[in-house]
Nanobody, 117 residues
């Protein structure tokens, strides 16, 4: 079974940019797969950032995430990416990707993003 894995988290300064990666082990992204990015801050509910379909590359973002977050995928590297601009003190969270393949959803472990002011 394919298993997503995130990487790229860390500590950044407010205003910095950061790009997170979502790859899979045990297989590859294919066809109608959808990759979704979420984040969950301490004490808060998990919130969706956006999604991208693998083949078509169609992207959708939560209204609150438009503007500073960009999701894209790289066919050759077989990865999906979340690029974040202008990180703010309210952005620290565990950022996770999930792979939706048909009715099956697989989650990665998440990667921590910390923003220092």
């Amino acid at each position: 079974q394919v298993q997503p894995a995130e990487s790229g988290g860390g500590v950044v300064q407010a205003g910095d940019s950061l790009t997170l990666s979502c790859s899979v082990s045990g297989g590859t992204f294919v066809g109608d797969d959808m990759v979704a990015w979420y984040r969950q801050a301490p004490g808060k509910e998990r919130e969706v950032i956006g999604t991208i379909t693998w083949d078509a590359g169609s992207r959708h973002y939560a209204d609150s995430m438009r503007g500073r977050f960009t999701i894209y995928r790289d066919y050759h590297e077989n990865r999906a990416w979340l690029h974040m601009n202008g990180l703010k003190p309210e952005d620290p969270a565990i950022y996770s990707c999930n792979l939706q393949r048909g009715s099956v959803v697989c989650w990665g472990q998440g990667t921590q993003v910390t923003v220092s002011s």
